[in-house]
C-alpha cells in the first residue's frame, strides 16, 4: 500500500457528512435524551476520529463504523455528565435543532406514532432508528449494538409488533 | 387469529427487505397460501411505511457550520496534501467493493499497449499500485469478468454497431461544449481537483454523462442488498434481457474507453464553479435588455418545470444556506405556483387560455412589467385518458438515504391512489443491473404493486443507460393508444449513462417522445444532483420536471397535479412577442435563459419545445423600458447600418399596442402547430392596482433575481419581497405562498 493510501480525500468526508449527519445527530441527540449540544459534539468528533482513520480498513463499513463509534463516544458522554473536549458545549446554547424537528412532523397521527415510539424499550427503539433513519441493515445494526443479526431481527419485529397493537388500540 | 403470525420476525426481515433471493421467493409462498400472513405483512408494513416517513422528518438537523469546518480543517491538518485519487464518491464508494474498480482495471486488459494513454488516464486508482495489490483476489475475478465482457464484445459488436458509433460522436459532439468539467465528479474539495480531472477527462469527456459512475457501474452493493434488489425481480424472462444488454453495454463502454484516448485531449481543463456540494447545475447567463430596434422579436419555449424551487427551498428551509446562483431559475419559481388563471372555457378552441397585461415594474419605476399567463385546460380525473406509465426507479447505492427512495416509494403510493383499474403500472429498476421488477399491472392490483414496492432496496450503483432502455421497451409493450403513455424516472440524478453517453441518451428520449411515450422525471434528495441532465431529458421527452423534496411536495406534483403531471394537452408550446419600437425602447425577458429560442424557429415545426399540462400555468415577465425612457439600463445604440435603412414604422405603430403576443403549440399528437395571436395593451396599471397574482408572481422574480445576485435585480431587497408576497398571498389555501415568504424571510437573514 502506498503512503497516500492512508488519508481521505476532502470530498469523500464531505460527502459522507453530508449523508450521515442528520441520521448520526438524530441518532445522538435522542440517546442523549435531547441534549442537541452533546449530540452534535459526538458526531463532530466522530467525523473527526473518521478523518484520523485509515480508509482502507473502513471503507467497506463506514456506515456501521460511523454509528458504532458515535455510540461508544455518546455512551462515554453519558458516563463523564456531558464532560467534553469542546468549551463551546459547556455553554448552554439554545439549539433550534429539535423545534425545527418538531416543526416539521405536522399531521397528528405522526405525533400520535412519535408517542408510541418512545414508550417502546430504547433497544427496540435504537434499532428501528438504525434501520429506518439510517438505513443500515441487520448485520450493520448487529455490528454497531453488538447484538446477534437474529436479536436485531427479533428486536425490530417486537417494535413493529408493538407499534402495530397500540396504533390498533388507539 | 394472527397472534401466533405475530411471532415470527421474518415478517418484519420480509418487509426491510433482509431476506434473501430463496427465503423472499419461500415467504412469499407462504403469503399466497396463508391470507392471514399476507393481512399481518400488510399491516406491519403500514407501520413501517409511517416509521419510515416519521424518521425521514425527524432527521432534519445538521452539523453546525463551524463544527463542520473543523472537520475538514481538522483533516487537512492531519494531512495537507491528499495525493489520492479524488473519485471517491460516497456512499457508492461505501458500497463498491474493489471490483467496482475493476471495470477499469478490466479495461486495461480490454486495450494492451495500442490504447495506454487511455487507460492511465481511465483509471489512475489502478495505476497507482493501491487497489491492485489491496484486492488481489477480485482483480482475478475482474480479469475473468474482462474476458467474458469480450467474448460478448466480439457478439455484440457487430449487432449494434449504430450504438458504438454514436458513444464515439457524441464524445466529440459534446467536448466542446463541456461547460462544467468537474461536473464530472462533482465534489466540493478543492485538493486533488487535477488528479480527478485527468480521470474525468479520460474516461467520459461528457459533461452530464456523469463521468465517475462507469468506474462503480459494476459496483456490488453490499451483499444482501443487492440480493435483495434482485430478490424482487420475479419474472426470469426480462431479467435475461437486461443481462444480455449489460454485457452489450459493456461492451459498446468499453469500446467508448478506447475510443476516448484520442479525443482526450480536447476536453477543457478548466475548473468550473464548484459548489460546496455534489449538486451539478447548468451555468445560467441572464438575459439582458435588448433594443426593439435592432431585435423586435424575443422567443422562447415554455417551461412547466419546478425542480429549480423545491431545491432553492431545501437550501433556505433545510440547510439554511443560500442557493447556489445556477441552481436558480426564476421561471420555475414563478411557476411553482397556482395563479388563479381561468382554463379555457370546455369548447374553447385551443387547449389553453392566454391572457397579457403590462403593469408597473416595481423595482425599477420607469419601468413597465409585462406579465404573460398561459392556463391549460383543466381534467378531471375522471375524464383522464388510461394511463400506461413506467416508473424507472434508481434503486443505486446513493438512493439509500431516508430523502430518496423511502419517498419514492410513499410518491408511488400516492400517484397509484389516483389511479383507476383500466390503468397500468410497471416498475422497472436500475442499479447494477436494470430489471424488470413488476410487470405492467392494473394500477388497482394495489397489494401485487405495493409488494413490488416494498421490496426494492437500494443498493449497487447506477446504471440508467439500460434500465430507460428497458423502461421504454416495457413501455411500448403495452402502449395504449390515445392514452397517456409515460415513463416516470425516479432518481437522485446519479444517473450512470456508461453504456450511451448523454448524447445517445437525448436521441433515444427524443426518439420514444416522437412515438408519443413520454419522459417525466421526479428529482429525489439532495447532494449528487446532476440538475441540468435531467431538465434536458425531461425537456426533451415532452416531460416535465419536478423536485421532490417532502412529503408535501410529492403530495402537490403526484395527487394535487397529477392531471398536469400525466396528461400532456398541448406540446411544443413557443412564444413570440414582438414588441412596437413606438411604445417599448428595450425589454428583458426574466428568467427562461435555457429556454430562448432563435426567432426562426418559432414558424418551424421541427423544433422541439415545452408542452403545457393538464391545468398548469404558465407565466412569463418582461421587463420594459417604455420609449423615451432614459436610463443606464437600456443597452447602447449601435450605429447606423450603412448598406440598409433603419426599419420604417408600419400604420399599426401607432395603434397604442406595446406588443403583440404570437403563441405557437401541437396538440399532443399533432405534428403541425397552431398559430395564436394577439395585442396587447399598456393600460398603465399601477403595481398597487395590480391583481394579487400578479404581484405575487412579481416577488417571486425579484427573489429569484436577488439570489442570483442579478444586476437587474433593480432598488427591491428581500424585505420588498416579503413586503409584497405577504400581502398578496390571496386564500393560499395550500399554504405555498406562506411557504414563500418564509423562504424570503430565510434569505433575508442569510444575505445579512
Not at chain 2, 474539495?189 to 469527456?205: F, H, I, V
Not at chain 2, 454523462?209 to 457501474?217: G, I, R, S, T, V
Request: net charge negative.
Amino acid at each position: 500500500m502506498t503512503e497516500s493510501g492512508s488519508t481521505w480525500p476532502a470530498e469523500t468526508i464531505n460527502a459522507l457528512v453530508d449523508r450521515y449527519e442528520r441520521p448520526l445527530l438524530a441518532y445522538a441527540g435522542r440517546m442523549l435524551g435531547g441534549d442537541w449540544q452533546g449530540a452534535q459534539d459526538a458526531v463532530q468528533e466522530t467525523f473527526l476520529r473518521l478523518c484520523r482513520e485509515d480508509p482502507a480498513k473502513i471503507e467497506s463499513r463506514v456506515a456501521a463504523w460511523l454509528f458504532s463509534v458515535c455510540r461508544t463516544r455518546v455512551i462515554d458522554m453519558q458516563r463523564t455528565n456531558h464532560s467534553t473536549p469542546f468549551d463551546s458545549s459547556q455553554i448552554a446554547v439554545a439549539d433550534k435543532s429539535p423545534e425545527v424537528s418538531e416543526a416539521v412532523i405536522k399531521a397528528e397521527d405522526r405525533d400520535q406514532l412519535y408517542g408510541l415510539v418512545e414508550k417502546l424499550t430504547n433497544r427496540q427503539q435504537e434499532v428501528l432508528r438504525l434501520r429506518l433513519q439510517a438505513g443500515l441493515s441487520y448485520r450493520e445494526i448487529a455490528e454497531v449494538t453488538g447484538l446477534t443479526i437474529g436479536n436485531v431481527g427479533f428486536h425490530l419485529h417486537a417494535a413493529v409488533r408493538n407499534l402495530r397493537d397500540s396504533l390498533a388500540v388507539s | 387469529m394472527s397472534d401466533s403470525i405475530w411471532d415470527d420476525p421474518t415478517v418484519t426481515a420480509y418487509i426491510l427487505g433482509e431476506l434473501s433471493a430463496d427465503e423472499t421467493a419461500a415467504f412469499e409462498k407462504r403469503m399466497e397460501d396463508n391470507s392471514s400472513l399476507a393481512e399481518v405483512v400488510a399491516e406491519a408494513r403500514d407501520v413501517t411505511n409511517q416509521l419510515q416517513i416519521m424518521y425521514t422528518e425527524d432527521a432534519s438537523s445538521t452539523l453546525d457550520p463551524t463544527r463542520r469546518e473543523s472537520i475538514t480543517e481538522g483533516k487537512f491538518r492531519n494531512s495537507p496534501v491528499v495525493k489520492r485519487s479524488s473519485s471517491w464518491r460516497i456512499p457508492l464508494s461505501l458500497l463498491a467493493t474493489a471490483a467496482a474498480l475493476l471495470l477499469l482495471v478490466g479495461s486495461s486488459y480490454l486495450f494492451p499497449p495500442a490504447t495506454t494513454v487511455s487507460v492511465e488516464s481511465v483509471s489512475p486508482r489502478s495505476s497507482d499500485g493501491r487497489d491492485s495489490a489491496q484486492h488481489p483476489g477480485t482483480m482475478h475475478t475482474a480479469e475473468e469478468a474482462a474476458d467474458l465482457k469480450m467474448s460478448n464484445m466480439e457478439e455484440m459488436d457487430s449487432s449494434q454497431p449504430d450504438m458504438l458509433y454514436s458513444s464515439g460522436v457524441d464524445l466529440k459532439n459534446d467536448v466542446p461544449t463541456d461547460k462544467d468539467p468537474i461536473a464530472g465528479f462533482g465534489m466540493g474539495a478543492s485538493a486533488p481537483r487535477n488528479a480527478g480531472e485527468n480521470k474525468t477527462s479520460g474516461r467520459t469527456p461528457n459533461s452530464s454523462a456523469n463521468p465517475l459512475k462507469p468506474a462503480a457501474m459494476i459496483a456490488e452493493g453490499e451483499d444482501d442488498e443487492l440480493v435483495l434488489s434482485e430478490a424482487a425481480i420475479p419474472p426470469p424472462a426480462p431479467m435475461a434481457k437486461a443481462k444480455t444488454k449489460t454485457s452489450r453495454g459493456l461492451a459498446a463502454k468499453a469500446k467508448t474507453l478506447g475510443e476516448t484516448s484520442s479525443l482526450r485531449i480536447q476536453t477543457p481543463a478548466s475548473v468550473a464553479d464548484v459548489t460546496s456540494d455534489q449538486n451539478r447545475f447548468e451555468n445560467l447567463t441572464e438575459n439582458v435588455f435588448k433594443r426593439v430596434s435592432d431585435a423586435p422579436l424575443s422567443t422562447f419555449s415554455i417551461d412547466v418545470d419546478t425542480a429549480s424551487y423545491s431545491k432553492v427551498r431545501e437550501y433556505l428551509l433545510r440547510q439554511r444556506r443560500l442557493p447556489p446562483v445556477d441552481a436558480v431559475r426564476i421561471e420555475e419559481l414563478v411557476n411553482y405556483f397556482n395563479y388563479e388563471y381561468l382554463p379555457p372555457k370546455d369548447n374553447a378552441e385551443h387547449p389553453f387560455a392566454a391572457k397579457a397585461e403590462i403593469i408597473a415594474c416595481p423595482w425599477n419605476e420607469d419601468h413597465r412589467l409585462a406579465r404573460i399567463a398561459l392556463k391549460g385546460k383543466t381534467m378531471q380525473p375522471k375524464n383522464r385518458p388510461l394511463s400506461n406509465l413506467v416508473f424507472l426507479l434508481d434503486t443505486s447505492g446513493s438512493m439509500n438515504s431516508p430523502n430518496k427512495l423511502p419517498l419514492v416509494k410513499a410518491g408511488m403510493n400516492m400517484l397509484l391512489s389516483q389511479l383507476g383499474e383500466n390503468d397500468r403500472v410497471a416498475i422497472v429498476v436500475y442499479a447494477g443491473s436494470a430489471g424488470l421488477v413488476l410487470d405492467s399491472t392494473p394500477a388497482t392490483q394495489t397489494r401485487k404493486i405495493e409488494n413490488a414496492l416494498n421490496t426494492l432496496a437500494a443498493g449497487g450503483s447506477t446504471n440508467g443507460g439500460q434500465g430507460i432502455q428497458l423502461a421504454y421497451q416495457t413501455a411500448r409493450d403495452n402502449f395504449i393508444d390515445g392514452g397517456v403513455n409515460r415513463v416516470i424516472l425516479c432518481t437522485d440524478g446519479d444517473f450512470n449513462v456508461g453504456t450511451t453517453g448523454t448524447g445517445s441518451l437525448v436521441r433515444m428520449v427524443e426518439k420514444e417522445a416522437a412515438g408519443n411515450i413520454y419522459l417525466s422525471v421526479l428529482g429525489f434528495g439532495m447532494g449528487n444532483h446532476n440538475d441540468s441532465m435531467l431538465e434536458q431529458i425531461s425537456g426533451i421527452g415532452n416531460g416535465n420536471y419536478a423536485f421532490i423534496d417532502s412529503q408535501k411536495e410529492a403530495q402537490k406534483v403526484l395527487v394535487d397535479q397529477a392531471s398536469g403531471t400525466l396528461v400532456t394537452i398541448a406540446k411544443d408550446v413557443k412564444l413570440q412577442v414582438e414588441f412596437n419600437p413606438r411604445m417599448v425602447s428595450a425589454y428583458r425577458l426574466i428568467g427562461y435563459e435555457n429556454r430562448v429560442l432563435a426567432k426562426e424557429d418559432f414558424n418551424n415545426d421541427k423544433k422541439d419545445a415545452g408542452e403545457i399540462g393538464a391545468g398548469h400555468a404558465v407565466t412569463a415577465l418582461y421587463e420594459l423600458i417604455p420609449a423615451g425612457v432614459q436610463g443606464n439600463a437600456v443597452p447602447p445604440k449601435v450605429d447606423d447600418l450603412k448598406y440598409q435603412s433603419s426599419n420604417k414604422l408600419t400604420d399599426a405603430a401607432n395603434g397604442g399596442e406595446s406588443l403583440t403576443l404570437k403563441l405557437r403549440y401541437k396538440q399532443p399528437d399533432g405534428e403541425t402547430s397552431q398559430l395564436v395571436e394577439f395585442p396587447v395593451i399598456d393600460n398603465e396599471t399601477t403595481f398597487q392596482d395590480a391583481d394579487h397574482d400578479a404581484r405575487f408572481a412579481a416577488a417571486v422574480a425579484s427573489f429569484g433575481m436577488q439570489l442570483r445576485q442579478s444586476e437587474h435585480a433593480g432598488d427591491w431587497n428581500m424585505q420588498n419581497v416579503i413586503d409584497i408576497a405577504s400581502d398578496a398571498k390571496g386564500e393560499d389555501m395550500s399554504g405555498l405562498r406562506a411557504e414563500f415568504v418564509e423562504m424570503a424571510e430565510a434569505a433575508k437573514k442569510l444575505k445579512q
